[in-house]
C-alpha cells in the first residue's frame, strides 16, 4: 500500500488549497479514505472521510463548510479541497486508509496558512 500526498503549500488567510491524494497496492475503490493533520504540538485529528462509492461524506466540525472531500475511482485518488482557510488549519495533511487489521498512513504535505 502506498498513498502520496500533494498540493500543500504557503496560503493567506482566507485563500483556498486542494490537496490530493494518490494511492496504489489494493483496490482503492473498496476502502473508506480519510485525510488528518496535525499541528505543531498537537495531536493528529481527523478531517474528513469518503465512503468507497463516494456517497457517504463526513467532516469535522472545525472544517465543515469549508472543505470538501472527493474521490476519483478510475485515479485511484482522493482530494481534499480547502477554502476560507484560516491560520488554524495551518499543519501536515495526512491521507489515510484504515482497514480492521491495519493502518496505512501517507507522509503528509504540509499545509502554511498565513499573511
Known amino acids: 500500500v502506498q498513498l502520496v500526498e500533494s498540493g500543500g503549500g504557503l496560503v493567506q488567510p482566507g485563500g483556498s488549497l486542494r490537496l490530493s491524494c494518490a494511492a496504489s497496492?489494493?483496490?482503492?475503490?473498496?476502502?473508506?479514505m480519510s485525510w488528518y493533520r496535525q499541528a505543531p504540538g498537537k495531536e493528529r485529528e481527523w478531517v474528513a472521510g469518503?465512503?468507497?462509492?463516494?456517497?457517504?461524506?463526513n467532516y469535522a466540525d472545525s472544517v465543515k463548510g469549508r472543505f470538501a472531500i472527493s474521490r476519483d475511482n478510475a485515479k485511484n485518488t482522493v482530494y481534499l479541497q480547502m477554502n476560507s482557510l484560516k491560520p488554524e488549519d495551518t499543519a501536515v495533511y495526512y491521507c489515510?486508509?484504515?482497514?480492521?487489521?491495519?493502518?496505512?498512513w501517507g507522509q503528509g504535505t504540509q499545509v502554511t496558512v498565513s499573511s
Open positions: 497496492g489494493f483496490t482503492f475503490s473498496s476502502y473508506v
Open positions: 469518503i465512503s468507497s462509492s463516494g456517497g457517504w461524506r
Open positions: 489515510n486508509n484504515r482497514r480492521a487489521d491495519s493502518d496505512y
